[in-house]
């Protein structure tokens, strides 16, 4: 971990301070089915609307179809470190039951179910990277995706690489202090943190 969290009003849980989104990944890590498995498990606990659950998850290991596949719809500036990733994930949501009622909360029940994921990677040593970055169009279709289905996310998953075999810009970028603005300015209400 960097160690670059910036200051906290209040301490939290050692997992969510160290959970970030990296870009060195080892080229050489492999990830197997087991060891990913408890991430997407812990994706399946995540609360949804009237437990709809409506996310799935694509995945594709470094050298297979569905690693090149989603990779061949990833933003360039993302491609470029996102190929060394040991998994590549397409991030879904059902967005309309089978009678073709919307689920109008399902991409926020996505989102938290990969806040799950992200974190429960952190625990297991796996680098989490979210992408948002990347034609959803296209590898809705690659993935033969109908209606109600719809690519929210990508994302990378790996194990941590050297910094300095990125691109210098990506260097800095790494080794940056992770910003958030000020709890009082997120938070109102009876509770005051300004
Ligand atoms: C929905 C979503 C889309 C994102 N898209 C990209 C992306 O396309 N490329 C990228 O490098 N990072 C992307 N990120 C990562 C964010 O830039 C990152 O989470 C943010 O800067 C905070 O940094 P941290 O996750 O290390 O705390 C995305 C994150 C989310 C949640």
């Known amino acids: 971990m960097t160690g670059n969290t910036p200051t906290k009003t ?4 050692d997992a969510l301070e160290a959970r970030r989104s990296p870009r060195a990944y080892s080229a050489k890590a492999e990830l197997t089915p087991e060891q990913v498995g408890p991430l997407f498990e812990a994706a399946r606990w995540a609360a949804s609307s009237g437990n709809s659950q409506p996310w799935s998850f694509v995945v594709g290991f470094r050298g ?14 993302n491609a470029l470190w996102a190929e060394h990733a040991s998994a590549l994930v397409a991030n879904i949501a059902r967005t309309h039951t089978e009678e073709g ?18 974190v429960q990677a952190t625990v297991e040593g796996i680098l989490v990277h979210q992408m948002a970055g990347f034609d959803a169009e296209a590898l809705g279709v690659a993935l033969g995706l109908d209606d109600h289905h719809r690519v929210v996310t990508v994302m990378t ?3 941590q690489g050297d910094v300095s075999d990125l691109p210098e810009n990506l260097q800095e970028r790494e080794r940056a202090p992770r910003v958030r603005r000020p709890l009082g300015q997120s938070v109102s209400g009876s509770a005051n943190y300004a």
Not at 64 to 77: N, Y
């Open 157 to 159: 998953l790996g194990l």
């Open 10 to 13: 209040f301490p939290i849980h």
């Open 101 to 118: 009622k919307a689920l109008f909360h399902a991409w926020y029940d996505v989102g938290q179910a990969v806040a799950h994921l992200s």
């Open 64 to 77: 297979d179809e569905v690693f090149s596949t989603i990779l061949g719809t990833l933003a360039s500036g």
